[in-house]
Structures are given as structure tokens and as C-alpha cells.
Nanobody
């Protein structure tokens, strides 16, 4: 059974930082592209950042580019996302996603991030 479990969300003041983690089990983690998505109330889920199976290639959406960093530890089946300079508009539920080259896709249940003073 595949499980993706996110953690690290919470209430943060504007300008603060968060480090989100996703721990995977039940899959060959090092074979999957890993991604973070976010979904704000009333909006569609959108891609935040992704990282290839080796960790050698990353992608960032424009709204986090320059203030975020995605990484993975294949030995520990873990992916992390660091976001700095948080803004109120970063408030959303953040989801972890695993995608194989064959098209298999798995989602975590999400972790709430609230940026507010």
C-alpha cells in the first residue's frame, strides 16, 4: 500500500519560512518524480515544484521561484520543500505527489500552511 505523508505545515507570519516534508512508503521512491502542489480555498490545485528521480533536475513555478528549494533523500524515501519569504497568498493546503514514468500517480492528504500576522 502506497502512502505519502506530509508534515511541516502550520501558521507562519509573513516573511517567515517553512520546511515541508513528505515521507513515502510502499513504492520504489527512487523511480518516481516527486512534486509539491498547493490548493488555496476556491482555487484549483497547482504545481509548486518538482524534482526528478535522481534529484538532479528541479522545476519551480514562478510564484515560488527564487525563494524555495526542493530536495529529496532517496535513501530515506523523503522529499522536502523549503519556502522562504512567505506571503499571505501562499496560504493553501500543500500536497505531495509521486509520479512514475509509466503514469502511476499517488497523492498525500496534504498539510495546511497559513501565512498570517
Amino acid at each position: 500500500q502506497v502512502q505519502l505523508v506530509e508534515s511541516g505545515g502550520g501558521l507562519v507570519q509573513p516573511g517567515g519560512s517553512l520546511r515541508l516534508s513528505c515521507v513515502a512508503s510502499g513504492l520504489a521512491f527512487s523511480s518516481y518524480v516527486m512534486s509539491w502542489y498547493c490548493q488555496a480555498p476556491g482555487k484549483e490545485r497547482e504545481l509548486v515544484a518538482s524534482i526528478d528521480p535522481t534529484g538532479g533536475s528541479t522545476y519551480y513555478n514562478n510564484f515560488v521561484k527564487g525563494r524555495s528549494s526542493i530536495s529529496r533523500d532517496n535513501a530515506g524515501n523523503t522529499m522536502t520543500l523549503q519556502i522562504d519569504a512567505l506571503k499571505p497568498e501562499d496560504t493553501a493546503v500543500y500536497y505531495c505527489k509521486a509520479t512514475s514514468f509509466r503514469g502511476s500517480t499517488y497523492w498525500g492528504r496534504g498539510t495546511q500552511v497559513t501565512v498570517s500576522s
